[in-house]
């Protein structure tokens, strides 16, 4: 069961800069216009400036460029210990020997890979426990990562940080929706270990059908390492309900097709039986984010 932190009474001004926060990102969005519109007037590119389809991945490529470092840096210790398997109820935890959870490895598939912010994490250095002793078992080499990825704007850095990780044998990245690659038959049911999503079922369609194809792809004890941001937890307050429905009629339009008030943890938890779900809002997040999130591991 996902649950939301117990909230802190925070100063006033902390308060009121966090609830308008939405605002300033949604702005910072549409600075990236001009310089992605700009070289299509240039070079007379009518068709992708004029067509949403083709621009708006070309401007949220823009856009992620500079957020999404921004994010991996804010978020490099936590995303690192989820996929080592080192997080409880929405913390990382700095021993293998504080959770049960394995780490990554086997066949594995990162939704929503975007330019691989997070590629290096899935080198054997990296999924190899550092400062302490894994559990029996705990370690199963990656063979396989496919990066799934619709949007070719990001496909070159895609390329290229996989490159610099040294995984060209190992990720492969499939360019399609999540949707597409899962009607295409290229990733069989019952054939994956683990799934890695981190910010993406935001922005997948169909999210409840598409969960729970993903979760017939898992083989019986794979696991689902998520970091999504989602609907407001109840204890939030219907005010912040309220409030994230309203930033959400601007949010997809400007940030790329991504839904902030998406149910996904109930999606999460519907797609089938889970044997064990360790999922949590991060304790160190307010009730006044708008942009709450999960963060958690699921074991089928
Ligand atoms: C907010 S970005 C996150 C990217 C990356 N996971 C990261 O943390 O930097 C969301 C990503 O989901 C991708 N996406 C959008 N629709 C998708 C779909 N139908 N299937 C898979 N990924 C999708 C977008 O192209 C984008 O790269």
Redesign the pocket.
Known sequence: MATAAPYRRAPLWETITGILSPWAFLFLSLTHIPPTALPLLKSLSFRTLFSWSRFQ?LW?ASF?SIV?PN??TGNDKPITSLLLGRVTKGKPVSTAEETNHPGIGGMVLE?????G??VNLFTPEQCTAKGSTPLPGQRTPITKVFG????AE?HGDLRRNTAAAGLEDTYEIVPL???DALASGRIAEGSVDCIVS???L????EPEKNIGLLYKCLKPGGRWYVFEHVRTFDEQGWFMRWYQALVNIFWPRLI???YINRDTTSSLQRAGPWTDIDLAQPPAEDWFHTVPHIFGILTK
């Open positions: 991945p949220f992620w999404g994010i991996r939704i929503g890979a975007g330019s912010m997070w799934v990825e619709p949007n990001v929706g999540i949707e981190v910010l993406c935001c922005s997948i369609p790329g097709g991504c």
